[in-house]
């Protein structure tokens, strides 16, 4: 099965929507651990008879486990006005209650800082403290995990996003959802020791299949996400130092960028992989994109806006979703349908911008990505789930995951959100802390022209 639809007829979908529910009844199916006649289960990653997860086993993760899907339901409800997803949500919260004291990565997007975000939205709607507190004490063992290092505390040194950057953003929101100023208090002081760096982010090596001396100027792995981080601590305490270590990172990914006339495009990674340019949020445009956003954002530059805009043009004029390269070739975009590498990551940005500017364009090839979404997905009588070639270099393994950013809970989130835009309803977004678009939709009446 692929994502060219040769799969066998099935189940489809007309509208993000009916989408969306589809993916829910089919992770419901993977329902384990007590299973949906107990008060506490989580989701296998990939519940085909036959299938494999494109994944490391990651239960409890925002990345590929329940605390994603925790998210995914939450967003369901609200957009159904079903509270039986609510059901799903305490389960879910159930086992991130007990799973949490068993996991040593404090990552956000793997470990306690990401488990600690999604308890806290499910506390902000269910609404009985329960949630809260568990988050509470998975933050509370991360702040004192952090170490002492040259220039103020730390986790584990690398300040991307997929490491001590995601750390300090949940701190942040995890913080301001909960009040409990000293997580806030030490997300600044770790804070303060990246923005001392000549240029944030920009690190050599340790990156997996990547040259020793390799740059990366992405967001999860690179100088991006970096900046992302530093620009939103600027927003959250007015400090010109936070401010202008930003403005240093983004000059650097600007100076990389590959132009074309009014697009742009960011290398892999440099020097080796100037020609390989990604499109998905990880380590592409769509990425990028949201850092650029943020600096305009908090900055009010109207430069940083008009970057941002010029990687959107970039993705457009890519040829995506139409056209896409072989998994081993060195186009940016190949058959992956999820948040974290593929489609579900442009829906995301192009949505987001479409909820920030209000141009009509974006909206367009927003409803177009999600056209492609429904075309591509695959089905029975036990839901909807996306096949993908989740890496790029091994495009003969093909898979469909239950998760947040490689599976269905997160093409299903992406969906919902288009589905709110489309809508134009005042509907409370359940967005990541690394997302800085609005988390309500959009008003219609004030569309603009391209």
């Given at each position: 099965m692929s994502l060219d639809g040769t799969g066998p007829p099935g189940e489809r979908a007309d509208t993000p929507l009916s989408a969306a529910i589809g993916a829910a009844r089919w992770i419901r199916?993977?329902?384990?651990?007590?299973?949906?006649?107990?008060?506490?289960?989580?989701?296998?990653?990939?519940?085909?008879?036959?299938g494999r997860s494109a994944l490391p086993p990651e239960p409890a993760s925002l990345y590929a486990g329940a605390s994603g899907i925790v998210l995914f339901f939450l967003e369901l409800a609200a957009a159904t006005g079903d509270d039986d997803y609510l059901g799903d949500v305490r389960a879910g919260v159930g086992y991130l209650a007990s799973a949490w004291r068993e996991v040593t990565d404090v990552s956000f997007y793997h470990g306690l800082s990401g488990i600690a975000v999604a308890l806290c939205e499910a506390g902000w709607v269910l609404g009985d403290g329960g949630p809260e507190e568990v988050a509470a004490a998975a933050l509370g063992r991360v702040a004192r995990a952090a170490r002492p290092m040259a220039g103020g505390p730390g986790w584990s040194g690398d300040p991307a996003q997929r490491a001590d950057g995601g750390v300090v953003l949940a701190l942040l929101h995890g913080g301001s959802m909960l009040g409990v100023p000293a997580f806030e208090e030490l997300a600044v002081e770790?804070?303060?020791?990246?923005?001392?760096?000549?240029?944030?982010?920009?690190?050599?090596?340790?990156?997996?299949?990547?040259?020793?001396?390799?740059?990366?100027?992405?967001?999860?792995?690179?100088?991006?996400?970096?900046?992302?981080?530093?620009?939103?601590?600027?927003?959250?305490?007015?400090?010109?130092?936070?401010?202008?270590?930003?403005?240093?990172?983004?000059?650097?990914?600007?100076?990389?960028?590959?132009?074309?006339?009014?697009?742009?495009?960011?290398?892999h990674h440099l020097p080796q992989g100037r020609d390989l340019q990604y499109l998905g949020f990880c380590a592409g445009s769509a990425g990028v994109a949201r850092m650029f956003y943020e600096l305009y954002r908090v900055g009010g530059d109207p430069g940083d806006l008009d970057w941002a805009e010029r990687l959107a043009g970039g993705i457009v004029t890519s040829g995506v979703p139409d056209e896409r390269g072989p998994g081993r070739s060195r186009s940016g975009w190949w058959d992956s349908a999820c948040q974290c590498c593929g489609v579900a990551g442009l829906v995301e940005l192009f949505a987001g911008l479409w909820a920030a500017t209000g141009r009509a364009a974006y909206l367009g090839f927003a409803q177009r990505l999600g056209a492609y979404l429904l075309g591509r997905a695959s089905g029975d009588d036990?839901?909807?789930?996306?096949?993908?070639?989740?890496?790029?270099?091994?495009?003969?393994?093909?898979?469909?995951?239950?998760?947040?950013?490689?599976?269905?809970?997160?093409?299903?989130?992406?969906?919902?959100?288009?589905?709110?835009?489309?809508?134009?309803?005042?509907?409370?977004?359940?967005?990541?802390?690394?997302?800085?678009?609005?988390?309500?939709?959009p008003q219609r009446g004030r569309e603009q022209g391209d």
């Amino acid at each position: 099965m692929s994502l060219d639809g040769t799969g066998p007829p099935g189940e489809r979908a007309d509208t993000p929507l009916s989408a969306a529910i589809g993916a829910a009844r089919w992770i419901r199916s993977a329902a384990t651990g007590g299973g949906r006649g107990s008060r506490r289960w989580h989701w296998a990653a990939n519940p085909d008879p036959r299938g494999r997860s494109a994944l490391p086993p990651e239960p409890a993760s925002l990345y590929a486990g329940a605390s994603g899907i925790v998210l995914f339901f939450l967003e369901l409800a609200a957009a159904t006005g079903d509270d039986d997803y609510l059901g799903d949500v305490r389960a879910g919260v159930g086992y991130l209650a007990s799973a949490w004291r068993e996991v040593t990565d404090v990552s956000f997007y793997h470990g306690l800082s990401g488990i600690a975000v999604a308890l806290c939205e499910a506390g902000w709607v269910l609404g009985d403290g329960g949630p809260e507190e568990v988050a509470a004490a998975a933050l509370g063992r991360v702040a004192r995990a952090a170490r002492p290092m040259a220039g103020g505390p730390g986790w584990s040194g690398d300040p991307a996003q997929r490491a001590d950057g995601g750390v300090v953003l949940a701190l942040l929101h995890g913080g301001s959802m909960l009040g409990v100023p000293a997580f806030e208090e030490l997300a600044v002081e770790a804070g303060l020791r990246v923005a001392r760096l000549a240029v944030p982010g920009h690190r050599f090596g340790d990156c997996a299949g990547l040259p020793a001396d390799a740059v990366t100027p992405g967001f999860l792995a690179g100088t991006s996400g970096t900046a992302f981080l530093l620009a939103r601590l600027y927003g959250v305490t007015g400090e010109l130092r936070f401010l202008e270590a930003a403005r240093r990172g983004a000059g650097f990914v600007r100076a990389v960028s590959v132009l074309s006339g009014r697009c742009a495009r960011v290398p892999h990674h440099l020097p080796q992989g100037r020609d390989l340019q990604y499109l998905g949020f990880c380590a592409g445009s769509a990425g990028v994109a949201r850092m650029f956003y943020e600096l305009y954002r908090v900055g009010g530059d109207p430069g940083d806006l008009d970057w941002a805009e010029r990687l959107a043009g970039g993705i457009v004029t890519s040829g995506v979703p139409d056209e896409r390269g072989p998994g081993r070739s060195r186009s940016g975009w190949w058959d992956s349908a999820c948040q974290c590498c593929g489609v579900a990551g442009l829906v995301e940005l192009f949505a987001g911008l479409w909820a920030a500017t209000g141009r009509a364009a974006y909206l367009g090839f927003a409803q177009r990505l999600g056209a492609y979404l429904l075309g591509r997905a695959s089905g029975d009588d036990g839901g909807l789930r996306w096949y993908q070639a989740y890496r790029r270099l091994r495009p003969e393994e093909l898979s469909a995951d239950t998760g947040y950013m490689a599976g269905a809970a997160g093409i299903g989130a992406a969906l919902l959100h288009l589905d709110a835009v489309e809508r134009a309803g005042a509907r409370r977004l359940v967005l990541l802390p690394d997302n800085p678009f609005p988390a309500f939709a959009p008003q219609r009446g004030r569309e603009q022209g391209d």
